[in-house]
């Protein structure tokens, strides 16, 4: 698989290399979700509406979601900044 970097913050559209671009664009998409997530959740925790165990839970789940991303990153020959998608004159996605 030829590493996505090689696409200049772009998605692959060349038809030979289809399943690179495609998971390239699938992990953006779980990235800006996990991204949203955990900004939802940090309001949650800065406005004092979750117990302890909540906070800690929520701590928990966060850190292997990210860990998850790593590892499906790495099953995808992927790095953080190819997530980062060019989307012309609208800047960067993330």
Avoid at 2 to 15: F, K, V
Avoid at 22 to 43: C, D, G, K, S
Avoid at 60 to 68: C, D, I, R, T, Y
């Amino acid at each position: 698989m030829q590493p996505a970097s090689q696409t200049n913050g772009r998605i692959n559209l060349d038809p030979d290399r289809a399943e690179d671009g495609l998971a390239q664009l699938v992990m953006t998409v779980i990235e800006l979700l996990r991204q949203i997530v955990e900004r939802h959740a940090m309001r949650r925790v800065e406005g004092g509406t979750l117990t302890e165990e909540q906070v800690e839970d929520l701590g928990v789940a966060l850190m292997n979601l990210e860990e998850k991303m790593e590892e499906l990153k790495e099953v995808f020959g992927l790095e953080a900044e190819d997530l980062n998608i060019d989307l012309g004159p609208l800047g960067n996605l993330l």
